[in-house]
């Protein structure tokens, strides 16, 4: 019996390599098709490349372009040689809507939101690149979800990892349960209420539900965060996703952690500062997320007396957070209250308004704040 398991793992592991390879292949191929500046979209630093730099000065010179627009008319050559034509969907879909998640990616973002779609340029390019990544596979999202693939496909996606590799990305998963697409919906269901289901939970996923615009699996994915129990992975990947999806569905995860005391856990916490922006890499510093400070969180966030109340006391955790909550919605309100205790605010004040300032991960904002 072993030897013949033995055989069966060296079956399954030659038909992941050549699958890998047809990907690679196909990757190569792609690319050699491209000239130097549409190749420098799958290259690491892509935002230094020409296509990023003429997207983004077009977003800023004007404030009305939407930026389908853009895509349409200056990169249609991603369609469909790049980005088939089920993928170009899915981006239009969301890359007008892109106002409605925080601008900053990445693991020292903040969880700011800006009107203006050239603050959100970043994302915007990172939603294209999205689609571009060699690790996308050509199936219908509740296959993949569901593990009904190919034979060969299958032993891929479980060679390389579904956490790191799972073959689709958060935006297709936002789009099936906007749509409705029944049979997603039901892959997506099952993943979140079935036990012993973490070799189909990734990030991916959670991050699409929260981009999604479905309270339905807000609620489910909170249920989720509940069982976690000694899931401290799972319980991290949710928290710390939570600030990038919509503003309903960050609230939904704040409700359930507010309610069921979940800040005591270390992941918690860390996912509260990662959102604040009051962590260093010193994990000491998790001392200083609290209970209260989840309190000041959903307060600024939810009454508007609690944060006007903060906007103009000396207590500089209230204060903060209190810039965060607005910036949080819309970071032109945050800038404004920037503006008056520039004007009229203590020294204490100023001190805390500019470290608010630093975390604003956009340098035009930042840059006109000090022109003020």
Request: proline residues 2%; contains cysteine.
């Amino acid at each position: 019996m072993a030897q013949i398991n033995q055989q069966e793992a060296e079956r399954r592991n030659q038909l992941a390599q050549e699958y890998q390879r047809m990907l690679l292949d196909r990757q190569k191929k792609l690319q050699a098709s491209l000239i130097e500046e549409q190749r420098m979209l799958f290259d690491r630093n892509w935002q230094s490349g020409k296509i990023y730099r003429s997207m983004e000065t077009a977003l800023r010179n004007d404030p009305d372009l939407l930026p389908s627009e853009y895509v349409k008319k200056e990169m249609g050559w991603l369609f469909p040689k790049v980005i088939n034509e089920q993928n170009r969907d899915v981006l239009l879909a969301y890359i007008d809507r892109v106002t409605e998640y925080p601008y900053a990616t990445g693991y020292s973002r903040r969880s700011f939101r800006s009107r203006s779609y050239s603050s959100h340029a970043e994302q915007i390019g990172e939603l294209i690149r999205s689609f571009l990544v060699g690790n996308l596979i050509h199936f219908p999202l509740h296959q993949i979800l569901g593990r009904e693939l190919p034979e060969d496909a299958q032993a891929y996606m479980d060679r390389s990892g579904v956490w790191s590799n799972c073959g689709y990305n958060a935006w297709q998963v936002a789009y099936a349960l906007d749509t409705h697409d029944a049979k997603a919906e039901e892959a997506v269901r099952r993943i979140l209420t079935e036990e012993n289901n973490g070799g189909t939970m990734t990030r991916e996923l959670i991050r699409g539900i929260l981009f999604s615009h479905r309270t339905d699996f807000y609620d489910l994915l909170g249920q989720l965060l509940l069982a976690a129990r000694l899931q401290e992975g799972l319980r991290q990947a949710i928290c710390e996703s939570a600030d990038g999806g919509t503003v309903e569905g960050f609230l939904t995860i704040l409700r359930v952690i507010a309610d069921h005391n979940l800040i005591r856990f270390s992941s918690v916490k860390r996912a509260v500062g990662v959102w604040l922006g009051l962590l260093s890499e010193e994990t000491r510093d998790l001392e200083r997320i609290s209970a209260k400070s989840l309190e000041l969180v959903m307060g600024c966030l939810t009454d508007s007396a609690i944060r006007e109340e903060c906007l103009t006391c000396e207590d500089s955790m209230k204060l903060y957070i209190a810039l965060w909550s607005l910036g949080f919605t819309d970071v032109e309100n945050a800038v404004e209250q920037v503006q008056r205790i520039s004007e009229q605010g203590s020294h204490h004040q100023l001190l805390t308004a500019g470290y608010f300032v630093s975390n604003l991960h956009e340098n035009y904002i930042g840059h006109r704040i000090a022109k003020r």
